[in-house]
């Protein structure tokens, strides 16, 4: 009798911890800030281009979360739209999927606890860990080409034994801020805006100098010189092309909306005494 008990406890606290779960979706907008964005002012960002992703967080107090997700999106700039006279000069462009698998923790600022509506509004912080994959393309002759592969800084010809080709799979920090809100005990609405800190200068394809024109033309022909320089005049190693002292990011702003398993009490947010919500008895 005593263990069909504490079998039936069990099974109620197993089917209680869907109740700590979210299962949500994002939709908004990505922007980039690197080599080819439209000026050096802190705030100047590439052109925005849609964002979404999935998630599922878990809430084991009402101040702290959890959270796993998958996002793609896209970042691109374009230096023929830049009011900056060098820039356009450089004429370098580009555009690139993302695809992030990105794990963080929340701290909601005021608490939040869904359950009867009891806390029903929140800002909050995140910060965690992410990996991602990207792919720099720019357009020659109304075609898209891959970047990496060509090496439009040097990247493993011979002549510059130094320029190793850059990965197309790298780490990230992401930070940010977000608001939530408790539609009702079961759905959440939210707002957030997250930075990616990378810890590469090539999510444009574009870092450091310029590299002979001659030396790309002759390991990949017109085409090499054609997405490395399209400044229209020769250029030598040396010649700056981008800067290496800062990092590329990219940021996603999006709205957020997940549902709550079973009643979404969360952990130690709330008492049971004789009886839980699913009909566990507390004590024997």
Not at 14 to 31: D, H, I, K, R
Not at 115 to 139: D, H, R, S, W
Not at 166 to 178: D, F, K, N, Q
Not at 213 to 235: C, F, H, M, R, S
Request: aromatic letters at 12%.
């Amino acid at each position: 009798m005593k263990r069909s008990f504490l079998f039936i406890c069990l099974v109620c606290s197993v089917f209680s911890l869907s109740a700590q779960w979210e299962l949500g979706v994002l939709g908004g907008v990505s922007n980039y800030k690197g080599d080819l964005s439209p000026d050096n002012t802190p705030y100047s960002l590439g052109p925005s281009h849609a964002a979404f992703g999935i998630f599922t967080r878990y809430n084991p107090h009402r101040l702290i979360s959890g959270r796993l997700g998958i996002n793609y999106s896209t970042i691109s700039a374009d230096d023929a739209k830049s009011k900056d006279a060098s820039r356009k000069r450089r004429n370098l462009s580009f555009k690139s999927s993302i695809l992030e698998f990105s794990l963080v923790g929340e701290f909601n600022i005021l608490g939040y606890q869904p359950y009867n509506l009891a806390e029903v509004f929140t800002p909050y912080l995140f910060g965690g860990v992410a990996g991602f994959i990207f792919n720099p393309q720019a357009i020659y002759q109304g075609e898209y080409y891959d970047l990496q592969p060509i090496g439009t800084e040097g990247q493993g010809l011979a002549a510059y034994p130094e320029r190793t080709p850059y990965r197309l799979t790298e780490l990230s920090i992401p930070v940010g801020a977000g608001l939530k809100f408790a539609i009702n005990d079961k759905w959440n609405l939210g707002i957030e805006v997250g930075v990616r800190k990378t810890f590469t200068d090539y999510l444009d394809d574009v870092s450091t100098t310029y590299v002979n024109d001659a030396d790309l033309i002759e390991t990949g022909g017109v085409l090499a010189l054609g997405l490395a320089n399209k400044t229209g005049a020769p250029k030598s190693l040396g010649d700056e092309r981008g800067g290496a002292e800062y990092d590329d990011l990219y940021i996603t702003t999006a709205i957020t909306i997940s549902y709550n398993f079973s009643d979404n009490g969360l952990v130690g947010s709330r008492g049971r005494s004789k009886k839980g919500k699913n009909g566990c008895p507390t004590n024997f």
